[in-house]
């Protein structure tokens, strides 16, 4: 299983910026797919998640700006962030869980994308 993330980069504040990640899980059924991310310094946090039904969460700090989706054709997972804030840099990484033949489920992340946002 390996995931791909893309469409980080530096934005000025209120800006937009969409990330994308493709989950090549083979046979598996990918279950939850979410975003995190990492400031320096800090441990990382979740950013966003879904089920596969299409049930979202999100973390306080961007409810109303960010909008996570997928594509469950295609086993994507995607982040719209939008009103983009300096605190918002960070590297995102992309998290799913697969679910094996065994129906045991993983958890796998993404290489992570950096987001930059200047004042």
């Known amino acids: 299983v390996q995931l791909q993330a893309s469409g980080g980069g530096l934005v000025q504040a209120g800006g937009s910026l969409r990330l994308s990640c493709v989950v090549f899980?083979?046979?598996?059924?990918?279950?939850?797919m979410g975003w995190y991310r990492q400031a320096p310094g800090k441990q990382r946090e979740l950013v966003a998640v879904t089920g596969d039904g299409g049930n979202t969460n999100y973390a306080d700090s961007v409810k109303g700006r960010f909008t996570i989706s997928r594509d469950n054709a295609k086993n994507a997972v995607y982040l719209e962030m939008s009103s983009l804030k300096p605190e918002d840099t960070a590297v995102y990484y992309c998290k799913s869980s697969v679910v094996a033949l065994s129906l045991r489920e993983y958890e796998y992340w993404g290489q992570g994308t950096q987001v930059t946002v200047s004042s």
């Open positions: 899980a083979g046979p598996f059924r990918v279950n939850v």
